[in-house]
């Protein structure tokens, strides 16, 4: 291959390269933009509400803010709220929070609040239990389960409970549901998968990492199948390779612990094929350097 095809075949990949980077960053910040405006506090902009009524009720937002999968929890912050016939006077207002002219109490999930007569409605973070396999990782998908029910008064009488669910976690997507029925009480349900930008990069990472393994391995093939005399340097970057495919995994965003299925499908055959490179690196190498019988019979002659 002559100098200036070579010249012209570094231009053009570089080129492909440069447009193929700039058309993931625009494709990012889109995706992004869309996120974040869908998840605007507008009831169209992605509230998921179990019910419209003017009936008396207490009204519950609630905004996903983040998923702890080492702990399996989903953190809520909730806005209370309520019908206009349980607000208070006006006149004695203190804060530009709901406040209420008696007793409410809510119950989200597994946590409970009470808010006296007269005082404000203060917003909250709850977290809430989630169910998952986070082993097919980055196909993972988890179940919410939000049970929300409030009381009014001092002899506790159910209310009407009208509660909005949306939000999408960094990372995350969230598909929000109520179950149909009758009752005054609430029964929320979540499915939160992993963000199209997520699996993306995760597959980008992983077809990376296997590349780096088959240029690694051929390169061992190869020296081998020419009869090439191994040298240090190729011990050396084969060995960098190996050492580096598990910080090269935990790269992916949001990286399960060892043993998911990335690794099984990935990681451990990566090193596995680059531990066999190096061990016939090491076996080649200390067969070309140990002295030769008839060196040694001119040394004992001497």
Not at 111 to 127: D, E, M, S
Not at 142 to 162: E, L, R
Request: proline share 5%; charged share 15%.
């Amino acid at each position: 291959m002559t100098r200036p095809t070579r010249l012209l075949y570094g231009i053009v990949f570089v080129t492909a390269a440069a447009l193929a980077i700039i058309c993931g960053l625009i494709t990012i910040a889109v995706t992004h933009l869309k996120a974040a405006h869908s998840t605007q506090k507008d009831p169209s902009g992605g509230w998921t509400l179990n019910r419209l009524t003017n009936d008396t009720s207490v009204v519950v937002i609630a905004e996903a803010t983040s998923i702890d999968l080492n702990s399996q929890i989903a953190k809520f912050t909730l806005t209370f709220g309520g019908t206009d016939d349980l607000a208070a006077n006006t006149s004695t207002i203190q804060s530009n929070l709901f406040e209420s002219n008696q007793a409410i109490n809510v119950t989200f999930g597994t946590q409970a609040f009470i808010f006296k007569k007269g005082t404000p409605l203060n917003n909250a973070v709850v977290t809430v239990p989630i169910t998952g396999d986070i082993s097919i990782y980055p196909f993972d998908s988890y179940s919410i389960f939000i049970p929300v029910f409030a009381t009014i008064g001092d002899k506790a009488q159910p209310v009407t409970v009208v509660v909005a669910l949306y939000g999408n976690p960094s990372g995350f997507n969230a598909a929000y549901s109520f179950q149909e029925g009758d009752s005054v009480d609430a029964t929320g349900f979540a499915v939160v998968s992993r963000s199209r930008t997520t699996k993306v990069f995760a597959i980008l990472i992983s077809l990376l990492m296997w590349a780096l393994t088959i240029c690694g391995s051929l390169l061992s093939v190869v020296l081998w199948v020419a009869d090439k005399k191994v040298e240090p340097p190729y011990i050396i970057f084969t060995t960098a390779l190996l050492f580096a495919m598990p910080s090269v995994r935990s790269a992916m965003p949001g990286a399960p612990p060892i043993g998911a299925l990335i690794d099984q499908i990935v990681m451990v055959w990566c090193m596995f094929l680059l531990s066999m490179a190096e061990v016939g690196y090491f076996f080649r190498f200390i067969s070309s350097a140990k002295p030769s019988f008839k060196l040694l019979k001119e040394v004992d002659t001497a």
